[in-house]
Nanobody, 131 residues
Framework: EVRLVESGGGLVEPGGSLRLSCTAS????????MSWVRQAPGKGPEWVSS???????????WYKESVKGRFTISRDNAKNTLYLQMNTLIPEDTALYYC?????????????????????WGQGTQVTVSS
C-alpha cells in the first residue's frame, strides 16, 4: 500500500519554527521528486517547495517566493522521509500542509498546486500560526 504520512504540524506563535516530516512507504521514494503544497482555510491549494529525486546528486530545491529564506526542504532517502523546516513563521503560513510525490522533473510554480499532477499525495498536517 502506498502511503505518505505527514507529521510535525501544530500551533505556533508568529516568529516560531516547526519542522514537518513526510514518511513514505509502498513505493521507491528516492526516484520521485517531492513537493510540499498547502491549503489555507477558504482558499485554493498553493505550491510551497519542491526537491529533486536522487537523479540529481545533492538534490536541487525550489521555493515559493514568500517562503524563500524562511523554509528549507530536504529529504533523507535512507529513511524515506521528506522534511520542511519552517522558520520565522507568520500568520499567512497557516494552512494544511500536504506532501506529494511526482515522477520526472519536479513541479514548481503556481501550476504545481494541483493534486492531479502527482502520483502520490498525503493526508496533510495542520500548521496554525497565531498569538
Amino acid at each position: 500500500e502506498v502511503r505518505l504520512v505527514e507529521s510535525g504540524g501544530g500551533l505556533v506563535e508568529p516568529g516560531g519554527s516547526l519542522r514537518l516530516s513526510c514518511t513514505a512507504s509502498g513505493f521507491d521514494f528516492g526516484v520521485y521528486a517531492m513537493s510540499w503544497v498547502r491549503q489555507a482555510p477558504g482558499k485554493g491549494p498553493e505550491w510551497v517547495s519542491s526537491i529533486s529525486s536522487i537523479s540529481v546528486p545533492g538534490g536541487r530545491t525550489w521555493y515559493k517566493e514568500s517562503v524563500k529564506g524562511r523554509f528549507t526542504i530536504s529529504r533523507d532517502n535512507a529513511k524515506n522521509t521528506l522534511y520542511l523546516q519552517m522558520n520565522t513563521l507568520i500568520p499567512e503560513d497557516t494552512a494544511l500542509y500536504y506532501c506529494a510525490a511526482s515522477i520526472g522533473a519536479p513541479y514548481r510554480g503556481p501550476c504545481a498546486r494541483y493534486q492531479a499532477l502527482y502520483q502520490h499525495w498525503g493526508q496533510g498536517t495542520q500548521v496554525t500560526v497565531s498569538s
